[in-house]
């Protein structure tokens, strides 16, 4: 038999890694990040500085923020930043807890293939152990309602514990839970929250204590002229998304104007076209009008004589807030324009704040589009306020939606962990082993907050596998006081949907990354060198000659 010749598959360059390196590999890269955000877990976190390479810096310890700034190129290590980012878009919080979750999990994992356990069979073991803890953590959630603000404000104060807005936590939980409870609905006897309908505005200046909750929507906006009133009570309010301005033909059209008196009657016609504009938001009765597009000069003359306060080029989702806080209708054509399209405030007015002018819109009639304003000494504690906040709204939106609750400190982990441990009993096969692997990871969040408080952590787990097979529900640790005990008694109380979400999309990322054995990565195409001295030494398309190294 004719000898075969070398075949070339992957071009040159190109890097590929098999087997257990490759699984060894992945689950470092992914591990690496989980240990970096690791730190920032509880009350007693600490917080991160990432410095961008223009020298932006981002001071932070919630774990979105931390993992998408750090701008990681490893695959696998992509895949933990997805965890994270799911973890945010559908909660809000609880993100540091997914990624710390998903790197426990691998950790475990790599003990079990050293062992000879083959990957699938781990991630069979897995699937399994997370849809019994979805079961374990149904049976074990107390109830909530949206009448149950005591509990709402604890879940907010427990979402912001630990961060930079901890300081006002009482002030900042308190306009939290309100604002959510005012933009929920109920459909078919379920709660609707759109977050959408929270805007979440930060001013640097001040002090945290002094931020706010508006019952109504600010924009970041002036009025157009300076002759227009600053502050106008029982606002009447007309949302236009047209231009207050004299139409241009839409075709090319040429007019000619052959004397004075022809000029002087179309300068007369624009300015009419302009009044009658004007005109006719005064006999819709409005006295502040708030327009998506531009408003011609002159008719800003002719709003300001009539005592109306206008800003102009307003956002497509402030004028939607705006029509769902004031009962405004968005109008798209002045001719249409009625009385019953007016929308109600009882204040608008532009107050300076931070050395720019913005729009208050106050005290809407049940106003179901809110606004915070997030204050703070300097750009970096703003930044960090309103993460906090967009935290503890995201845990009560979840909360009220799913309408359960568990207590924090890794009690309900704990929990999960030793039902498991039962249920791996009833599984039999290798598949059990990695069920209990996956019991050993929950526990890392307990050891974590152990850790951060000074406590020995083996003790720690010790002590609270007892209580919990005494029956402690609730126990965990106490990260303040540096001892265990019951979470629920002090108000340390998370949405069921944080506990739920995080297991699932860090068992899925553990999952999949486990089941890659191969990794081929393709060369980046080579740069031509360029010759000694840069262009310079090319000496026209002579210096081209070097093209055949390509």
Known sequence: MAQQGQIIVLPEGALRTTGRDAQRNNILAARVIAEAVRSTLGPRGMDKMLVSDIGDIVITNDGATIVEEMNVEHPAAKMVVEVAKTQDEEVGDGTTTAVVLVG????????????????????????????????????????????????????????????????????????????????????????????????????????????????????????????????????????????????????????????????????????????????????????????????????????????????????????????????????????ALSKTDVGYAKVVDEVKIGGDEMLFIRDCKNPKSVSLLIRGGTEHVVDEAERAVKDAIGGVAAALQIGKVVAGGGATEMEVARQLRKYAETVGGREQLAVDAFADSLEIIPRTLAESSGMDAIDTLVKLRAEHEKGGLDIGVKVMEGKTGDLWKIGVIEPLKIKTQAIKSASEAAEMILRIDDVIASSKPKMPAMPPGGMGDMGGMGGMGGMGDF
């Open 104 to 335: 426990e999990l691998l950790t475990n994992a790599e003990k079990l293939l050293d062992q000879g356990i083959h990957p699938t069979i781990i991630a069979r073991g897995y699937r399994l152990a997370a849809t019994k803890a979805e079961e374990i953590l149904q049976a074990t959630a107390k109830t909530i309602d949206i009448k149950d603000v005591k509990t709402l404000k604890q879940i907010a104060e427990t979402a912001m514990t630990g961060k930079g807005a901890e300081s006002a936590k009482d002030a900042l939980s308190d306009i939290t839970v309100k604002a959510v409870r005012q933009i929920a609905e109920i459909e078919n006897d379920k709660i609707v929250i759109d977050l959408d309908n929270i805007k979440v505005e930060k001013k640097e200046g001040g002090d945290i204590t002094d931020s706010e909750l508006i019952q109504g929507v600010i924009i970041d906006k002036e009025r157009v002229h300076s002759g227009m009133p600053k502050k106008v009570e029982n606002a009447k309010i007309i949302l236009l998304d047209v231009a207050i301005e004299v139409k241009e033909t839409e075709t090319d059209a040429e007019i000619s104007i052959t004397s004075p008196d022809q000029l002087q009657a179309f300068v007369a016609q624009e300015e009419k076209m302009l009044k009658d504009m004007v005109d006719k938001i005064v006999a819709a009765g409005g006295n502040v009008l708030i327009c998506q597009k531009g408003i011609d000069d002159l008719a800003q003359h002719y709003l300001s004589k009539a005592g109306i306060l206008a800003v102009r080029r307003v956002k497509k989702s402030d004028m939607e807030k705006l029509s769902k806080a004031t009962g405004a209708a968005i109008v798209t054509n002045i001719k």
